[in-house]
């Protein structure tokens, strides 16, 4: 099962930011967060990922809260182009070690309104 | 640089049949793991290899096995197949070695079984 739990739905207007919440309190000390997006029937689109500090790249931004027991995904000015269903995962960091597949859950699916 | 590629898009078979679905990986990457997205749900782990070896599996039956080239690209194949064998079936690569391996996925390959 998935660690992580998100809302089923959410609507953003578009130039507006759009802010995905993610709840994730059983993660483990070396598990970091990651988020995906997946347009309708194309592949999932990596986005960002963090262990504890806040994310800044290009695409988003990601805020994990001290505890690390909850996230948000922030796409600072959404357009149309960003109706998507997004993923929030938890998993190890490889440390060079390899790490493991990774486990989705249903997501939020976002829509973006004009 | 080239993303990760798969073949063939589209593919129709019917039950009983065999099918082999092909992934080539990002530039760099040597690790490949196959996903599978049934209609309306997230995708679900399939197996992942490296250095031509599976290294971790998925709960998924027998009839998928897979297997990885000298030149890091693969295959997914699925014998005996079935009518709930119909999803997308995802194909991710990632580098093994560093911090963290982010998988990055190809557009996919659309499996239906008649």
């Known amino acids: 099962d998935a660690k992580t739990t998100q809302p089923t739905s959410m609507d953003c207007a578009e130039g507006r930011a759009a802010n995905l919440p993610c709840n994730h309190s059983t993660i483990s000390g070396n598990e970091y967060v990651y988020w995906y997006r997946q347009i309708h029937s194309q592949g999932p689109q990596y986005i960002i990922h963090g262990l504890k500090n806040n994310e800044t790249n290009e695409m988003a931004s990601l805020i994990i809260t001290e505890d690390r027991k909850s996230s948000t995904l922030i796409l600072p000015h959404a357009t149309l182009r960003d109706t998507a269903v997004y993923y929030c995962?938890?998993?190890?960091?490889?440390?060079?070690?390899?790490?493991?597949?990774?486990?989705f859950g249903k997501g939020t699916h976002l829509i973006i309104q004009p | 640089d080239a993303g990760v590629t798969q073949s063939p898009t589209h593919l129709i078979k019917t039950r009983g049949q065999q099918v082999t679905l092909r992934c080539s990986p990002k530039?760099?990457?040597?690790?490949v793991s196959w996903y599978q997205q049934a209609l309306g749900q997230g995708p679900q782990f399939i197996f992942q290899?490296?250095?031509?070896?599976?290294?971790q599996r998925g709960n998924f039956p027998d009839r998928f096995s897979g297997h990885q080239f000298p030149n890091y690209s693969s295959e997914l194949n699925v014998n005996a197949l079935l009518l709930g064998d119909s999803a997308l079936y995802l194909c991710?690569?990632?580098?093994?070695?560093?911090?963290?391996?982010?998988?990055?996925f190809g557009p996919g390959t659309r499996l239906t079984v008649l």
């Open positions: 290899y490296y250095e031509e070896e599976e290294r």
């Open positions: 995962i938890v998993r190890v960091g490889t440390g060079g070690g390899g790490a493991d597949g990774l486990t």
């Open positions: 991710a690569s990632s580098p093994l070695a560093g911090l963290t391996d982010t998988q990055y």
């Open positions: 530039s760099g990457h040597d690790t």
